[in-house]
């Protein structure tokens, strides 16, 4: 084949190939970093999953973006027994997205789903504490006894114990309702009965909602949403100042720039996220709480906060977030101590120093710099740290089977309490995968922990939080960091929007484009 | 001869196949960690690992894999649950898309500039497209494809920043993407025009009063177009087997972006399914650059 004939076929292919549909136009537009796992809420493992999964599906409960928990499919609830029965009670009248009504039916039946060992979701977590669950989801039963419908308009859960955070695990995506037969395309083209119907998704590329008119709440204000996958933060950044996006999310390497350059457009909120180092409690010379109280005297973290995470953040004495009930931010802390780390070592036998590896990303270039910082303050305390760069996966991976000294991580609520940085964090069942990182293990922590969860009353819960976090901290299982400032830019064309402390806290309802 | 050169692939392929499974079992992290997020039980991951055959011994799951791909099945993605060859139907038209927007511009724009060049060595032309041909080569992608991006859809807002749709959104990514080829065409093809030029049956060209244009567009170029359909047809096989860097940049929903999110969850069977794929569009490609070769220069015969 000739030259010129060769590039007039490839110039038809190219005319052929193209003409797919636009994606701007849509009154909202927001984005995320990579493709969501599903729209099937079962499988809502990620980030971009409950995102999309909060917009098109309701669960029995749900969080504004303050992290309030809200009435949802169930206008309300009542815990009884101390807290080990729950009853809710449906909203009239609701309708999914099909037009068909919705059942108490289709409640137990997108639970029973969840927790069915062959939907291979992997996050039944949440249902847990419903008597019969695990048995369920290890193939083990039939039914779930904890579940039961009362008529068309109540559902009652029957949990294995008091357990009082309960209806807020039911907020989270993978406790969505779904109808009941489930359709056989769920996964792809959702039905629920959120503010947004589902209208298309491009892998990869884009996903678009329409208003759902119909929905029990206040419907969407705009007519469209549209959700952009925009892998590459700086491209995110070039989307929004070309006026493609609603909002952005700051990256931390670019806050000097916005807020030299765009003051006007941009809102900040303290985020329900830490960001520590797990030392492994069980490694080495990482066992001694000396040694790790020493390491949290080493490192100047105020420094490092104000120069390398350009100050977006509150330097954290605990784990609880200062926006949490149980956050303490008056704690007395480890201070910047070289001389008083000198001596916890010394005392531990460790006066000639010690090696230990650090763990972290290769993607996350800030918390890179962050553990050259940490590694700079170690040494001067005669602490010889490696940093050990690996993807985020093996680095997970290395982490959760104990093979890291030390781990730079970050932990993000999966709902707005103090328990989700407490159980999750400090108790002896979670080690590993479970998110205890560091391998704390403590048996009066362990059994506080578990009181605090039991209790129903939120002075008395709070207050227990406020003193599991305390002790912890006074055994210094993590070099404690700080909680992060969310810093997002909105158009100034956009009204109502708030960032949202929680991933499902946002649902773009009140959201809506000046003309 | 195509059936037997066809035949040859077969080989490659299983090679590919076994070092691809070897090497992804050698790579740490558990696909089975992704799957369940960043907070699960030990008893789930047990039980999905079972599920999926991770805990088989490795010859065993080999096995079952190649028997899939045998019967034509990639198998399914054990993040997204969808199947594999679904997924790259759906994005390669994107890349091919893509690829070939690129290879129009780097053929046009390097073979134009390497020719002009070639008519007179040293002169200005040639030493300002050799200038041009060094930055392409030189310039890292990453760089470049964000300098355009805030440069014509930032800055200028004449074109969007990333993204896909109508021609607009290919300009920038083809010109990102074909910017290397066009720089090496462009010596390529100006290093085969001087050569050619130079020989006698030029000389006679010119002798029997053939005109200027005539030499080189005629004569000249068709004899130098051999080792540029070389270096075409390997640019080729490495942009419709997906550009990680480009596709990333301009959030364009290709394969290599594909590859790149199943990489980062150890999405075992999609980076699987994607190589293998991969790797038969390469050797197809080179294929094809071979049989295009017999075409620009009939003394180029296989038997």
């Given at each position: 084949m000739r030259l010129p004939r060769l590039l007039a076929f490839s110039a038809i292919c190219l005319s052929v190939a193209c003409g797919g549909p636009p994606t701007g136009g849509a009154a909202l537009a927001y984005y995320e970093s990579y493709d969501p796992r599903s729209l099937d809420p079962a499988l809502s493992t990620d980030v971009p999953t409950g995102e999309m999964a909060t917009l098109v599906y309701d669960g029995l409960t749900r969080f504004d973006p303050n992290g309030n928990l809200l009435p949802g499919l169930a206008d309300r609830w009542t815990a009884e027994r101390g807290g080990r029965r729950y009853v809710f009670h449906l909203r009239p009248g609701v309708k999914f997205h099909d037009g068909r009504p919705l059942r108490a039916e289709d409640v137990r039946h997108s639970l029973l789903r969840v927790l069915d060992p062959a939907t291979r979701g992997g996050r039944a977590w949440p249902l847990h504490?419903?008597?019969?669950?695990?048995?369920y989801a290890a193939g083990t039963a039939t039914a779930v006894r904890g579940i039961a419908v009362l008529g068309d308009t109540a559902v009652a859960f029957e949990l294995t114990e008091p357990f009082a955070v309960f209806p807020k695990f039911l907020a989270m995506p993978v406790a969505s309702v779904v109808p009941a037969p489930v359709p056989a395309d769920l996964a792809e083209r959702p039905v629920g009965t959120g503010p947004w119907r589902f209208v298309a998704w491009q892998h990869d590329d884009y996903l678009l909602f329409a208003r759902n008119p119909s929905y029990w709440g206040t419907p969407p204000e705009a007519d469209t949403l549209s959700v952009r996958i925009v892998p590459e933060p700086l491209t995110q950044a070039a989307e929004f100042e070309a006026g493609r996006l609603s909002v952005v999310e700051i990256p931390f390497s670019e806050t000097r720039r916005w807020e030299a350059q765009r003051p006007?457009?941009?809102?900040?909120?303290?985020a329900l996220r830490v960001t520590y180092v797990a030392l492994n409690n069980r490694r080495g010379p990482l066992r001694d709480p000396r040694v790790r109280q020493a390491i949290n005297h080493a490192v100047n973290v105020p420094e490092i906060l104000q120069t390398i995470w350009g100050g977006r953040g509150l330097v954290a004495r605990g784990a609880i977030p200062p926006s949490l009930p149980g956050?303490?931010?008056?704690?007395?802390?480890?201070?910047h101590d070289p001389a008083e780390a000198r001596r916890l070592l010394a005392a531990a036998g460790l006066a000639n120093g010690l090696d230990l590896q650090l763990w972290r990303t290769g993607t996350n270039v800030a918390l890179g710099r962050v553990c050259q910082a940490i590694q700079a303050d170690l040494e001067a305390v005669g602490i010889r740290v490696t940093i050990v760069v690996r993807d985020a996966s093996s680095q997970r991976e290395a982490a959760r089977q104990g093979e890291a000294d030390m781990a730079i991580l970050d932990w993000y609520a999966d709902y707005p309490d103090g328990d989700n940085f407490l159980y999750p964090l400090f108790h002896s069942s979670s080690f590993g995968p479970g998110g205890n990182y560091a391998f704390y293990a403590d048996p009066v922590t362990d059994s506080l922990i578990v009181t605090a969860r039991r209790t129903l009353d939120d002075a008395v819960r709070t207050a227990l939080y406020r003193t599991i976090d305390e002790r912890v901290y006074r055994s210094a299982p993590w070099l404690y960091l700080w909680f992060p400032v969310d810093l997002w830019a909105v158009q100034p064309w956009i009204t109502g929007w708030e960032i949202p402390v929680i991933f499902n806290g946002q649902r773009w309802t009140g959201v809506r484009r000046a003309p | 001869m195509l059936g037997r050169r066809l035949l040859l692939t077969v080989p490659t392929l299983a090679g590919v196949l076994v070092v691809t499974f070897l090497l992804l079992n050698v790579v740490p992290g558990d696909p089975v960690a992704d799957m369940v997020g960043e907070r699960a039980d030990s008893t789930t991951i047990a039980r999905l690992r079972a599920e999926l055959r991770l805990d088989d011994p490795l010859p065993a799951q080999f096995g079952h894999y190649v028997w899939g791909v045998v019967r034509g099945d990639l198998g399914r993605s054990y993040i997204t649950g969808r199947p594999i060859a679904r997924d790259l139907a759906e994005r390669f038209p994107k890349t091919l898309q893509l690829a070939l927007a690129a290879m129009t511009l780097a053929a046009l724009c390097g073979i134009t500039l390497g020719v002009l060049a070639a008519v007179k060595p040293g002169g200005a032309f040639d030493r300002l497209a050799m200038l041009v041909s060094y930055l392409g080569v030189s310039f890292p992608v990453y760089w470049v494809g964000l300098l355009l991006i805030l440069l014509f859809a930032v800055a200028l807002q004449w074109l969007p920043p990333s993204g896909s749709g109508g021609p607009a959104y290919l300009i920038l990514p083809a010109l990102t993407l074909g910017m290397r080829s066009i720089?090496?065409?462009?010596?390529?093809?100006?290093?085969?025009?001087i050569d050619v030029l130079s020989s006698d049956f030029i000389r006679t060209a010119r002798a029997k009063g053939v005109s200027e244009a005539a030499v080189v567009g005629r004569h000249a170029f068709r004899n130098a177009l051999?080792?540029?359909?070389?270096v075409l047809g390997l640019d080729v096989g490495n942009y419709l087997t997906g550009s990680l860097l480009t596709e990333t940049i301009f959030s364009w929903p290709g394969v290599g972006r594909y590859v790149l999110t199943a990489i980062s969850k150890r999405d075992l069977p999609a980076i699987q399914g994607s190589i293998l794929f991969m790797s038969v569009v390469f050797v197809l490609v080179n294929l094809l650059t071979d049989l295009v070769y017999a075409k620009a220069d009939p003394r180029i015969a296989y038997d």
């Open positions: 504490p419903i008597a019969g669950a695990r048995e006007a457009w941009l809102r900040r909120k303290p956050g303490d931010t008056t704690r007395a802390g480890y201070h | 720089g090496f065409l462009a010596r390529m093809t100006r290093g085969a025009m051999i080792p540029v359909i070389t």
